[in-house]
């Protein structure tokens, strides 16, 4: 089974850039559809974006669309999450995961394999 591990989480201002990593042990990594997930204080955790196996095909929530973008380097096993122009409402632990079902790409329920998960505090 694959383990995930995220990091690159921090503490940053408003307009700030981050970068998450979510490295993955294992030598099937090129084999599983990937997605990244936040959860923020007192609320339920949320998708952020998926990636499919090749990383030709992305998908991003409204929120973070045209500031966050998701990609993979299967040879490095690691997935990775640019997020430019972060807001105070982004604000959350973010997890990365694999999708292992057939539904849809957005429901955690679709996703096995959680990281542990790294903070990103946005301040402003």
């Known amino acids: 089974q694959v383990q995930l591990v995220e990091s690159g989480g921090g503490l940053v201002q408003a307009g700030d850039s981050l970068r998450l990593s979510c490295k993955a042990s294992g030598r099937t990594f090129s084999t599983y559809e990937l997605g990244w997930f936040r959860q923020a204080p007192g609320k339920e955790r949320e998708f952020v974006s998926g990636?499919?196996?090749?990383?030709?095909?992305?998908v991003v929530t409204n929120s973070v669309k045209g500031r966050f973008t998701i990609s993979r380097d299967n040879a490095m096993s690691t997935m990775y999450l640019q997020m430019n122009s972060l807001k105070p409402e982004d604000t959350a632990v973010y997890y990365c995961?694999?999708?292992?079902?057939?539904?849809?790409?957005?429901?955690?329920?679709?996703?096995?394999?959680w990281g542990p998960g790294t903070q990103v505090t946005v301040s402003s």
């Open positions: 990636i499919s196996e090749s990383g030709r095909s992305t």
């Open positions: 995961a694999v999708k292992i079902g057939l539904g849809k790409v957005v429901d955690e329920m679709e996703y096995d394999s």
